[in-house]
């Protein structure tokens, strides 16, 4: 059987990305631990996997707002492949500030199904 292929994203702030990665390889996926920047210059590629992560923590602080920095770089820096990616029907956890980056930078708003069923509901309360 062929094992899922994971990539757990990381950048300054974000402190819980070695645990992401356990928690993974405890059910037998195949898991990368992969700084954005190498997204960023094309030394890594998306493609090759079905699950990407954004583990929680404070990613560059949280100095503007929980996760906007974060959010801002994927949604501009890496918007094709991510776009790719979800329509792919790929898979992509959002943990704690993690999810904060996932909204922000509105995968969630615009594609509801990608997050929990519940958050297509919470995104659209007054």
Known sequence: M????????????????YETVHGFRMVSADVDL???????RGEKELSPYQILAIPGGFSYGDDIAGGKILAN???YRLRRPIEQFI??????????NGFQV??????????PDCCVPSA???????
Do not use: F, Y
């Not at 329509?87 to 704690?96: E, H, N, P, Q, V």
């Not at 996932?102 to 594609?111: D, P, S, T, Y």
């Open 102 to 111: 996932m909204v922000k930078a509105v995968w969630c708003r615009a594609r």
């Open 34 to 40: 992969i700084h954005i920047n190498q997204l960023i």
């Open 2 to 17: 062929k094992k899922t292929k994971v990539i757990v994203l990381r950048t300054a702030g974000t402190n819980c990305d």
């Open 73 to 75: 770089e994927l949604k």
């Open 120 to 126: 297509a509901s919470w995104l659209n309360a007054p």
């Open 87 to 96: 329509a792919d029907g790929k898979l992509i956890i959002g943990i704690c």
